[in-house]
């Protein structure tokens, strides 16, 4: 059985969009209120440097680069890196 139905169903929804998230309240027949808020479309919960996937020097996914170049301060995996025999740390 769902919470909703545990406590009699929703009687109204109310739901507010911006750019900084999405905020939704749900009133239940008992007179309860649910309320949550989730992120931008396309954003994580953590947006910016916060962000556990995070990383600054490049698109590979996670706070670091695969193959960050400790000459040029680059990544060999994203082709950013153009030294003839990286040095990867």
């Known amino acids: 059985?769902?919470?909703?139905?545990?406590?009699?169903?929703?009687?109204?929804?109310?739901?507010?969009?911006?750019?900084?998230?999405h905020h939704y309240e749900e009133l239940l027949a008992d007179g309860e209120a649910l309320a949550w808020t989730?992120?931008?479309?396309?954003?994580?919960?953590?947006?910016?440097?916060?962000?556990?996937?995070?990383?600054?020097?490049?698109?590979?996914?996670?706070?670091t680069p695969r193959a960050f170049c400790m000459e040029c301060a680059g990544c060999a995996d994203c082709d950013q890196c153009r030294c003839l025999r990286p040095t990867l740390l």
């Not at 139905?5 to 998230?21: L, R």
């Not at 479309?41 to 490049?58: A, L, M, Q, Y």
């Open 1 to 21: 059985m769902s919470e909703c139905q545990e406590h009699g169903g929703v009687v109204a929804v109310w739901a507010e969009h911006s750019a900084i998230g």
């Open 38 to 63: 989730e992120p931008p479309f396309g954003e994580t919960v953590h947006p910016g440097e916060d962000d556990p996937d995070h990383n600054p020097i490049c698109h590979c996914p996670g706070p």
